[in-house]
């Protein structure tokens, strides 16, 4: 029961913190500001953002479950806080702001930060370590499609 009280908040979380970042973009992607940017060939259709995010957020919520049960520090919460106000900002900074070097810099501290994770966590969580990869994933590919639009724009 325990297990499943700190789930259902990590994904209580996570989710908002994806409805709030949601929200601060202000239907970033179909302005014409966004439609009218050089994007990257590889940039994916819309509602493919919105499956990966669900997936990423489910399974970031499990590791962080796990990480959370056998490693409950100031630390481990404080890296997870950073992390939430990064995915946050970012939305805002680039979609709202139209700030696209400062969201890359979010961006790049946000992979950065859940490679670290990544990777101090491998012998801790074993093969429960593998469901923060979806997410690292996601922010590189994330990561490129920002750092092309400063490219092009």
């Given at each position: 029961m325990k297990t499943f009280k700190i789930f259902s908040v990590f994904l209580i979380i996570n989710f908002g913190a994806l409805a709030i970042g949601s929200w601060l973009?202000?239907?970033?992607?179909?302005?014409?500001?966004?439609l009218d940017l050089n994007k990257a060939p590889w940039?994916?259709?819309?509602w493919v953002f919105g499956a990966a995010w669900t997936t990423i957020m489910i399974s970031f919520s499990i590791y962080m479950t796990s990480l959370y049960l056998s490693y409950n520090t100031i630390k481990l919460r404080s890296l997870f806080a950073i992390q939430t106000l990064l995915n946050v900002s970012w939305n805002y900074v680039f979609f709202k702001?139209?700030?696209?070097?400062?969201g890359l810099?979010?961006?790049?501290?946000?992979?950065v930060l859940i490679f670290?994770?990544?990777?101090?966590?491998?012998?801790?969580?074993?093969?429960?370590?593998?469901?923060i990869f979806?997410?690292?994933?996601?922010?590189?590919?994330?990561?490129?499609l920002n750092f092309y639009i400063v490219l092009y724009n």
């Open positions: 973009m202000n239907n970033g992607p179909q302005t014409s500001w966004y940039t994916p259709q819309g702001k139209h700030m696209m070097l400062t810099l979010i961006i790049t501290l946000l992979s670290y994770l990544l990777l101090t966590n491998q012998k801790k969580l074993k093969l429960k370590n593998l469901l979806p997410y690292f994933l996601w922010l590189c590919i994330a990561s490129s």
